[in-house]
């Protein structure tokens, strides 16, 4: 059971190592707790990569650094003296046991835990705020404190999504982007990070970076993609975590789902903006009716 709000300042912690989309798929979350409490000082435990797409007031310490690794241990190890003390802390790991005997050894008193896969078909958002006793918050884009304000007439592209399994392929890709381009005459920017290299193996790439009116974004830094495509009429892309930051950043999204569960993994976004398309066991003859049925929302 959760403790009730007090009226002093308290210090929070959130433990949630993870990829990009998993930190977003956080930031709900993270907002709940805020509310909850919003004298505290929230210290986010996680990625120092995704540091941007935290609010501000959010202070963010990578869970790598050598001070933290005491809270890793398994084998109770003593926290050092100078260990920072928190009044409250929300562990989102598979084995939250250890750490959370950790922090309870360094003077932590209330400790909450979730696991960071629901059990069936469950919204992983839904699942960690049930998981931890709080109300669960409406569908709504994390990421509008980096949005642009300024709207355009392009197609935001990311082809890939860390894994072969998990990416539409690049023929089918094409298909859609070329159909969104028809009814909509808007030009195109795809964006590629380190994770994507797989896909210039396939026999479609050439024909994909071939596309009229396609800019290509090359390893640039969510800052910047954040500074450039906020304002796209519409991106495409497969279950990543430039999916969720593209649908947290307010863009109308058509998501692809080939390997996951789109009742657990999709962007929390309203129902409206997003087409989480379950594409596990489809084929290219459900995509003509899936794109229509989306520009009907987005344009």
């Known amino acids: 059971m959760r403790e009730v709000r007090g009226h002093t300042s308290s210090k929070i912690l959130i433990v ?37 797409v935290l609010p501000h ?24 003296v100078e260990a920072p003390h928190f009044d409250r802390a929300y562990v989102i790991l598979k084995h939250p046991d250890p750490m959370a005997g950790n922090l309870r050894a360094a003077g932590t008193p209330h400790i909450y835990t979730a696991s960071p896969a629901p059990e069936g078909p469950c919204h992983f958002v839904t699942h960690l705020h049930l ?28 082809p890939g999504s860390g894994a072969p399994s998990k990416c539409l392929p690049l023929d089918l890709l094409i298909l859609v982007v070329e159909m969104l381009q028809r009814r909509t005459g808007y030009r195109a920017v795809m964006t590629l990070g380190e994770d994507d290299a797989f896909l210039t193996a396939s026999a479609q790439w050439t024909r994909l970076i071939r596309l009229p009116r396609l800019e290509i974004l090359d390893g640039r830094s969510l800052p910047d993609l954040a500074a450039i495509l906020s304002g796209a009429a519409i991106y495409v892309g497969n279950d990543s ?59």
């Open 16 to 52: 949630r190592p993870g990829a990009l989309g998993d930190t977003i798929l956080t930031l709900p979350l993270v907002e709940s707790i805020r509310r909850e409490h919003p004298r505290a000082r929230i210290t986010f435990l996680g990625s120092r990569a995704y540091r941007d």
């Open 57 to 80: 007031e959010i202070e963010l310490v990578p869970f790598d650094g050598p001070e933290w690794l005491w809270l890793f241990a398994a084998d109770g190890q003593a926290a050092p």
């Open 131 to 158: 998981a931890l006793g709080m109300p669960v918050p409406p569908r709504l884009p994390s990421l509008l404190h980096l949005a642009q304000p300024r709207k355009e007439d392009l197609i935001w592209i990311h």
């Open 241 to 299: 975590g430039i999916s969720h930051f593209a649908a947290g950043l307010g863009v109308p999204s058509l998501v692809f789902f080939v390997a996951t569960d789109p009742a657990v993994w999709a962007p929390w976004v309203p129902a409206e903006q997003l087409c989480a398309a379950d594409f596990r066991g489809r084929d290219a003859t459900t995509l003509i009716p899936l794109i229509e049925q989306f520009l009907q929302r987005a344009v």
